[in-house]
């Protein structure tokens, strides 16, 4: 393998895994962990610790809370942090055909091997994801089960805010905000090495937000949940959930990871705003991350700025859980919105409140990349609302819509929340309005104008006003759907429903006591493992665990009795009981939260004294035109880039380009990119020492360009030649049509000898090529130009035109007869590309 930086220190197991099991997987660049800015440690004298997420790489790199704990221990001279995601089933299979364990990105580390894992739980559908993980790493699920040679097995993230379901897998669990205290956990379980298990869970109870299920006992009468009681009296009696109410800069990393792939939430991410005051009577969140705390605006345009020059994003997302009620918005972005369109940089925010924008933030946004403005007005009547705490009126979702429309955008998208407390047929019928008459706002503003709807049913959440309500069950929620789909029928209005055995599962294992284990574990050994996916979801696994474990879902499903003992009432969130209890019997009269109005109007105060008749500045047109020039490059990609796809080359040049801050040029219109033109695509799997891309600046070349973007290039990727094109030029993707490959094979037989002998002489070859679904064998050999073997290595000559093309693994497996899985593990090499001219092959730098 090519030296590689990212590469030094990856375990002996690496070599099994790129021979074995990564070029037989789908997106084998989940597995990899050489992204940019990738910390990579000696593990020699360092606390190693492995960062879990019980989902897939493209969701996990997507959460910002694991970057920032990488970020901080990290920092850290005496620790090591890793991470390791969950696995699609066909890298599961893989790894236990071929018994090797899970293990971490950076270094390809078994997951035994590391001082503690700690997971992230984002969502209830996880807790199978866990123990397929454990399961994957040769880790036994329980806590009991594990003594003091495995790691400790640590929780922390939103899902566990009720502990119990999942307090058996765990040996500690952190509730709150981990920023402070992953340092204090650290420290404690570094001061305890050499202490027994016991000792070191002992001495972590004593850390502010820290959780030891085992020093707990849950206590039941006559099979109904009682209590959760400390096993002595120094054990604290409550769990204090840990609030950061300092959002210090330097939790952020100033160089986040990027992946090469490309991810759910792919754009740079700066949280701006923790915490929420709408009181919305559904939201967990919104009470989870009480109080709420705001970032300075000039710790936010740092980061935005460090930010974008260490990853070379083109897109930055404003988080929080309304990042429309950040009290700085406008000034804020009016601030940084300069920098945006100096470097060509979308801004996003996910979720925009109605009648939280003013003219002003639309017109910022308006020059921004379209993918669409969301809403959530969750319900259709006012009473409803006003119920849910949701404080916005009908005018509000008409008149922000109006004005996306206006802005130029296409897309609206809404979410509504059927099941809830109280509801009735008219608040049904009020949501089929709501569309009804959005959709009529959409077409009356010309052009094609969309509007998509998402349905969700309701969970009763731990530590809300509304944790006590029963849950609707999958019937009525069925009939809802009917009567939705049945009303709705409009042109422009997509309607989406989420699975109601999805949120029924999900509200079980929300509100469950600790027996909810059992019910998790048989559900994870009936295949339960994915089940955020909706390919993956199977509700009869859930429903069969439920049954074996004596229960009944509609049981399950009911309403709590105001002073029922709950599951997680051991863990104190800040927010009493009676508040809870108090908020709940308001949102049944129909009455809004604490202070929602007063909220309201200093909301809109702040908007009008921004400038609701205030115009942004627009973006400066440009005049002059600069000297242009065009500059075609040669590079490769060495075995440590093979894994990733063509689309995954351009991500990665485009954020290159950025951050080296070549002048490139950009197509006009509202929506520029930049212009590039990359040579024919090279298949996953293959290396390559002859890679083209031609780049059109806009100004003139400088030798400096060429060192800034080699020195931003990541390890595996080099320029080798660039050459400038002083008139105009084809394209480099119409111009090559030929390439040649090696491929090493090692030793051959004598009757592969022939087959290459012959195929050689007749140019005869037939491929069986799949495309949807139907098989059709293809006649392909006048494309062999050339094949020869010599001293292990297959060299071969390939065409690819308009009329066709051959790939080098067909001519070892429909040529050469070598098996699916032979070819497969071989590394293919592109070792040059050129345009055929009748017998002569044309280097494409001879075309400049």
């Known amino acids: 393998m090519a030296a590689n930086k990212y590469f030094q220190y990856k375990n002996q197991l690496w070599s099994r895994l790129e021979k074995e099991v990564l070029p037989f997987v789908i997106k084998p660049g989940r597995y990899i962990g ?68 899970l293990f971490s990105l950076e270094t390809s580390t078994p997951l035994k091997q590391f001082d503690i894992i700690g997971f992230s739980v984002t969502y209830e559908m996880h807790a199978p994801g866990v123990l397929s993980m454990l399961d994957l790493a040769g880790i036994p699920l329980k806590a009991d089960q594990r003594d003091e040679s495995y790691p400790l097995i640590l929780a922390g993230g939103p899902a566990i805010l009720n502990p119990e379901p999942m307090a058996e897998f765990f040996d500690v669990m952190f509730l709150g905000d981990a920023e402070e205290a992953i340092d204090e956990i650290i420290d404690s379980l570094k001061l305890n090495a050499a202490e027994s298990k016991e000792k070191k869970l002992h001495d972590l109870a004593g850390i502010k937000g820290v959780y030891i299920p085992s020093l707990y006992n849950a206590e039941y009468d006559n099979g109904r949940f009682k209590s959760i009681v400390a096993v002595s009296e120094n054990i604290p009696a409550k769990v204090k959930v ?67 020059a ?78 849910m705490g949701k404080n916005i009126d009908m005018d ?31 608040d049904i019928a009020g949501i089929i309005n709501t569309i009804k008459e959005l959709s009529r706002i959409a ?54 429903l989420r699975n109601p055995n999805l949120a029924i599962i999900e509200g079980i294992l929300g509100r469950g006591d600790r027996r909810m284990a059992d019910v998790i574990y048989k559900a994870f050994k009936n295949g339960a493992c994915l089940d955020g996916w909706s390919e993956h979801f199977e509700f009869e696994r859930w429903e069969k665990a439920i049954t074996d474990c004596g229960y009944t879902i509609d049981d399950l499903l009911q309403a709590r009795y105001a002073h029922q003992p709950l599951p997680w009432e051991h863990i104190d969130k800040g927010i009493p009981n009676k508040f809870l209890l108090d908020e709940r019997e308001r949102s049944l009269n129909g009455e809004l939260p604490p202070g929602a109005a007063a909220r309201k109007d200093r909301q809109q105060q702040n908007r009008d004294s921004f400038g609701y008749g205030r115009t942004a500045k627009k973006r400066a047109t440009q005049t002059a035109v600069p000297t242009k020039t065009k500059i075609r490059l040669k590079y490769s990609r060495d075995e440590t880039m093979r894994f990733y796809s063509h689309l995954d080359l351009l991500r990665l040049f485009t954020r290159t380009l950025k951050r080296a801050k070549i002048p490139v040029a950009y197509s006009q219109g509202y929506h520029p990119h930049m212009k590039l033109s990359f040579g024919p695509p090279l298949p ?39 050459k ?125």
Request: charged residues 25%; hydrophobic residues 35%; glycine residues 6%.
């Open 242 to 308: 840990r609030s950061c109410l300092d959002l210090k800069k330097e939790y952020y990393p100033s160089r986040p990871l990027v992946p090469f792939i490309e991810t759910t939430h792919d754009r740079l991410a700066v949280e701006i705003m923790r915490g929420c005051v709408c009181g919305c009577r559904f939201c967990q969140a919104g009470y989870q991350y009480r109080p709420q705390r705001s970032r300075k605006p000039n710790d936010i345009y740092a980061q935005i700025q460090d930010g974008f």
């Open 396 to 426: 509000e979702i008409t008149d922000g819509v109006k004005k996306v429309f206006d802005n130029d955008w296409t897309l609206v998208k809404l979410y509504f929340m059927i099941g809830l407390p109280s509801e009735t047929e008219n």
């Open 34 to 101: 050489n992204e940019l800015n990738v910390t990579v440690k000696d593990h020699v004298d360092k606390f190693k610790v492995a960062l879990a997420f019980p989902d897939i790489y493209e969701i996990g790199m997507s959460y910002l809370g694991q970057q920032i704990l990488y970020n901080i221990i990290n920092r850290r001279d005496d620790c090591v942090a890793e991470r390791v995601f969950n696995v699609w089933p066909d890298m599961a299979g893989r790894l236990r055909d071929h018994e090797i364990p």
């Open 310 to 387: 260490a990853t070379g994003y083109d897109d930055v997302t404003l988080l929080s859980l309304s990042s429309t009620d950040y009290p700085d918005l406008e000034e804020m972005i009016s601030g940084i919105v300069p920098f945006f369109y100096q470097n060509h940089i979308s801004l996003s925010l996910p979720s925009v409140r109605p009648g939280s924008l003013s003219s002003v933030m639309f017109e910022y946004l308006k020059h921004q990349r379209k993918s669409g403005i969301t809403f959530a007005p969750e319900a259709g009547t006012q009473r409803m609302r006003d119920v």
């Open 684 to 722: 996953l799997g293959f290396s390559s020492e002859a890679e083209y891309l031609d780049i059109q600046l806009d100004s003139p070349f400088e030798r400096s360009h060429l060192a800034r973007l080699g020195n931003c290039l990541p390890p595996g990727v080099n320029i080798i030649a660039t």
């Open 443 to 496: 077409r009356s503003k010309g052009g094609k104008k969309n509007i998509n709807v998402t349905i969700s049913p309701f969970c009763p959440k731990p530590g809300t006003p509304w944790q006590w309500e029963q849950q609707a069950n999958t019937e009525s929620i069925r009939e809802i759907y009917g009567t939705l789909t049945s009303s709705i029928k409009n042109r422009n209005v997509s309607l989406k």
């Open 724 to 848: 400038l094109a002083f008139s105009k030029i084809d394209s480099i993707t119409k111009v090559i049509n030929c390439a040649s490959y090696t491929v090493n094979v090692g030793q051959i037989t004598e009757e592969t000898r022939t087959k290459i002998d012959n195929l050689v002489a007749s140019k005869e070859l037939t491929v069986t090529r799949t495309k949807k679904e139907e098989q059709r064998e293809l006649q392909v050999g006048q494309f062999l130009y050339e094949l020869s073997f010599n001293d292990g290595l297959l060299e071969m000559f390939l065409g690819f035109t308009p009329d066709g093309y051959l790939r080098p693994n067909e001519v070892l497996k429909f040529g050469l007869g070598y098996s699916e899985e032979e070819t497969l593990s071989f590394i293919y090499n592109r070792s040059g590309q050129f345009l055929l001219q009748g017998v002569h092959k044309v280097d494409p730098f001879d075309l400049v």
